[in-house]
């Protein structure tokens, strides 16, 4: 795998065997991360969903009509924040139309109905529940601060564009699995769930919040070798406003709570051997993979926590996760890519569906 390694030095680092495993992902550090292994990589999200998470491989045919489907929900509403729309105050109206297909597109999605990706009366009913959440904000601002919990239900919304089943609190259960020899717990703040949640692996996507309030000052996390490496090419970056510069770092101490929930949750996701995350702070959005083989995953669970520095595994049998650029699902250009996103894990899920 080509990219570049970026290394830090380790002398500050702790020995791992001497640190206790939280029984909540929320508290968890960098250290326990270099304690399984786990290497940290920057990939292209179309990479991460085609040929990490692949449920199945499409198509030509398939991607085809999937950009076509792209193209008919290229809507013209484009900020980047929800402090700089300017509709307040009685204009739901004219916003509601920035969210909504012209004639053109109308008709393609009526065509591709059959395409199990976009449902055009299901859409337009989406379409207009998300404005309303919209136009209900940002009636209320600058008086009332657009919440956490805001930000989720507008993404959950952007979810259900595409007909995603989704869960959120207080439908949400703690989940639990054994990690290190500990019983670990982790709650999502939104599931993308097969409609029968009560099967062995329901989970289509875990989604989760990583925002400015969270602890970045955690020590400095020991480095292994290709730990960290940037495989997403020459992408140019958005051209739209940075987002928060928690998310805008490339510091994998970032990553360390958000892949300690998808290691929980690994047990119930669609795909045996890796599963898929969405991470969000405010309106931006970043994609992410984890991938475990079972025997990795194994050893994981049952490895002492107070053994050797680290798991007993071969280079190539280290859990390896993945995550995209930061996305704005409120302008224009990166909605794109994000429903790009969205529509490929949607058809991959269907036609998986279908067959198996």
Sequence with gaps: ????????????????????????????????????????????????????????RLSSKSLSKVDTLVSACDFKFDYDAIENIPERKGKFEKLRKKWSPDENQVLTLKLHKNESIVNMDWLIVKLHELSFCLHSIITEMPKRAVSEQKYCTLFEKFLQLFCFNTLSPPFITTEKTLI????????????????????????????????????????????????????????EPSQQSNPSSRLNTEDPNLWTQHIANLLVHLDKSFRYDGILGITMDKSWVRFTYLEVSETTMKKIKETPANSLDSLNIEESERPLFCYSKPYNYLCRDDRKIIFNALMLIKKMQSDYEKVY
């Design 1 to 56: 795998m080509s990219g570049t390694s970026h290394e830090k030095s380790t002398t500050d680092s702790p020995n791992t065997s001497d640190i206790d495993i939280p029984s909540s992902t929320h508290e968890w550090s960098p250290h326990l991360i270099d304690k399984l292994g786990i290497r940290i990589f920057k990939e292209d999200v179309l990479k991460i969903i085609l040929k990490r998470w692949c449920l199945l």
């Design 180 to 235: 290190l020899g500990r019983t670990i717990s982790s709650q999502a703040d939104i599931i993308c769930s097969r409609l029968d949640t009560s099967s062995d692996r329901p989970i289509i996507c875990v989604c989760e919040t990583i925002s400015e309030k969270e602890d970045v000052l955690s020590p400095p996390r020991k480095k292994m070798k290709s730990d960290i490496q940037d495989t997403s090419g020459t992408e």
